[in-house]
């Protein structure tokens, strides 16, 4: 499905035009058939000569109303330039060609109409030259001039075929299953409601679809869909389509708001671009300048804030930063037009480079500037790699979805990255060959390496702040790197297996650590278990352990399992713990039963120690009380 837009000055017969192509006349308002002057957007459709059915965007031409023509090419595959034999180039002639060059309208036809009002065919000639002059150096330098009336239709099948032409060359919009449509118009119907239409972006809408309009976030559901007043169950991308929507009150909705599925975009107040500024323009393009950003079927006041350079003369291009003062949806490479408000003047336009930059950028820094340089001009790979280092680690389909890239090149660009060494998954597999699957977190070489050595000296500093301890808890570890869950688990696991950490239980060191006493701790710790070699059945409690030794001291016993801790405050050195566990349970082979008491007798301790140990062993899940002896748990 596709949609074509007129261009063109005022009063140069684009509305007669396209009346004669379709049979409707676009403009719908009472007050545009009054003064016979287009003021807002009509639409309208055609079958081709193929049988291909087009949609048809008709813009106003008039000075005053340039925002209006705005709002209604930002999603046309080619333009319809007319312009009228008896007069020639005008002044919104130009600043149409200004637009459709900015936004990069690649496929066109110049309609020359009016030239039933022409009697000298030289004076056809001369126009067509102006024409050709005009369009040099623009997207549409290509673009055939097809002399026509819309009064007596002469030329019209010519032009028809001349639009199929340029309409077989256009690839198909892409599918990428993030449906989006800039609200144009809103209206309503008795019996329906709110109605909104648009050209359909990104993938498709069905009847039942829950429904997001943003910026606002309203929710919503597809009650009806229709392309060229014909009902469909699903609109498909580059279509013309009205969105009938349940859940939303007409005076909620306006142009400029984008129709998507929850979730699938983010509106965003700061935009990277690039910038070319008309070279017909009044004055350069200084910092900071209050301009008018037009995006989709969005206008919205922003503050152009130059990166790299003092100010932009005209007919140069650069980067620029927006500050928006409401949110819009964007992706990378949207194609946007500046005007500036007062006087009112087209400035230029460019693409969208970066729809979510992290911060406002230094206007002089090198490393915004080479960012924004490979944004511009980089390679499918390169661009793929920017989309992975703004997003860190993420999952695939998030990185792929952020570099707007066709799908098959997008895999083609990945696989690269991979071979390359340049990126890497972090879950599923770890083969350069194999593409991870969607849902895999994969991250840039350069991401993982900061993040890698991020962990290690973390572990590094615990061991140094606390060389008593053997490691340092992977939660403490999780919170001091601020990892979601998901990130941290398989950064460890990868770490791991590169050896450069050591995962053990709950705890993390770097590997061949090991703790190390001084002499003076060595001493308190060969005296104490001198202590439980004396009496290794009724040894000293945790509480003297804890003031023989210190409480570092101490947890580093435990920590070495020199020391077991039989809750609620025994110990017993590691050897004797095992002897005493082995023994219960041979006695309890050969007798079936043993009581508290039998227990003690055969350690010749004290009931301390033993109910310590029987209740000990019943949370291991070793024993379990018959009345009030043990046995042995099945």
Request: charged letters at 25%; proline letters at 6%; one cysteine or more.
């Amino acid at each position: 499905m596709r949609v074509i837009g007129t261009a063109g000055h005022v009063d140069h017969g684009k509305s007669t035009l396209v009346q004669a192509l379709t049979g409707t006349h676009p403009d719908r308002l009472k007050e545009e058939r009054e003064r016979e002057m287009t003021i807002d957007l009509g639409f309208a459709w055609l079958t081709l000569p193929g049988g291909e059915d087009i949609g048809i965007v008709d813009v106003p031409g008039h000075r005053d109303f340039i925002e209006n023509m705005l709002a209604g090419v930002g999603g046309i595959d080619a333009a319809l330039f007319v312009i009228a034999a008896d007069e020639g180039i005008m002044p919104q002639t130009r600043e149409h060609l200004v637009i459709l060059d900015m936004l990069q309208i690649q496929a066109g036809v110049v309609a020359l109409t009016k030239i039933d009002l022409i009697d000298d065919p030289d004076w056809l000639d001369l126009i067509e030259d102006d024409v050709h002059q005009a369009l040099r150096n623009t997207s549409l330098s290509q673009a055939p001039i097809v002399r026509v009336s819309a009064r007596t239709h002469q030329g019209l099948p010519e032009l028809l075929q001349a639009i199929s032409a340029c309409l077989a060359d256009r690839p198909p919009r892409p599918d990428l299953n993030r449906p989006r449509l800039p609200i144009d118009r809103v209206f309503t119907m008795p019996g329906f409601g709110t109605i909104v239409t648009g050209t359909l972006s990104d993938g498709c809408l069905r009847v039942g679809d829950e429904l997001s309009i943003l910026p606002a976030d309203l929710r919503g559901r597809v009650r009806g869909l229709q392309t060229h007043k014909r009902k469909e169950e699903i609109a498909v991308p580059g279509s013309r389509t009205a969105v009938n929507i349940s859940g939303v009150e007409l005076d909620q909705v306006q142009r400029g708001s984008v129709v998507t599925r929850p979730g699938d975009y983010q509106t965003t107040r700061l935009l990277d671009v690039s910038f070319r500024l008309a070279a017909d323009v009044s004055q350069p393009l200084e910092h900071n300048t209050e301009v008018k950003l037009f995006i989709g079927a969005a206008e919205v006041v922003a503050r152009a804030r130059l990166l790299g350079s003092q100010e932009l003369l005209p007919g140069t291009e650069g980067w620029l930063q927006l500050e928006l003062n409401q949110p819009v949806v964007a992706v990378r490479g949207d194609r946007y037009i500046l005007r500036r408000p007062s006087p009112g003047e087209t400035l230029g336009g460019g693409a969208v480079l970066d729809p979510h930059p992290a911060a406002r950028h230094k206007r002089f820094s090198a490393e915004s500037l080479q960012r924004l340089e490979t944004l511009s001009q980089g390679t499918p790979a390169e661009i793929l790699l920017q989309a992975m280092l703004a997003l860190g680690a993420a999952p695939l389909q998030e990185v792929l979805t952020r570099s707007h890239l066709d799908a098959d090149v997008a895999r083609s660009a990945l696989a690269e990255l991979l071979q390359s060494d340049q990126a890497l998954s972090l879950e599923g597999p770890t083969s350069p060959n194999e593409l991870p699957p969607p849902q895999a977190l994969v991250a840039s070489r350069g991401y993982w390496q900061a993040l890698a050595a991020r962990a290690v000296q973390e572990v590094q500093a615990h061991h140094k702040t606390y060389p008593l301890r053997r490691g340092i808890l992977r939660e403490e570890l999780k919170s001091r790197l601020k990892l979601t869950p998901r990130l941290f688990n398989a950064a460890l696991s990868r770490l791991a297996a590169e050896q450069a950490l050591v995962e053990a239980g709950t705890l993390v060191m770097r590997p061949g650590h090991h703790i190390q006493f001084t002499p003076q701790q060595q001493k308190l710790v060969d005296d104490l278990l001198q202590r439980f070699a004396a009496a290794p059945y009724a040894p000293p409690s945790a509480k003297e352990c804890q003031a023989a030794l210190g409480e570092d001291l101490y947890s580093a016993l435990l920590d070495l399992e020199t020391l077991v801790f039989v809750p609620p405050d025994v110990l017993f050195r590691k050897a004797d713990y095992e002897h005493m566990v082995s023994e219960v349970r041979r006695l309890l082979q050969a007798q079936g039963l043993l009581t508290a008491a039998q227990v003690r007798d055969h350690f010749n301790t004290s009931r301390r120690y033993v109910l310590a140990l029987l209740e000990h062993l019943d949370a291991r899940g070793i024993t379990i009380r018959d009345g009030d002896a043990r046995r042995l748990k099945k």
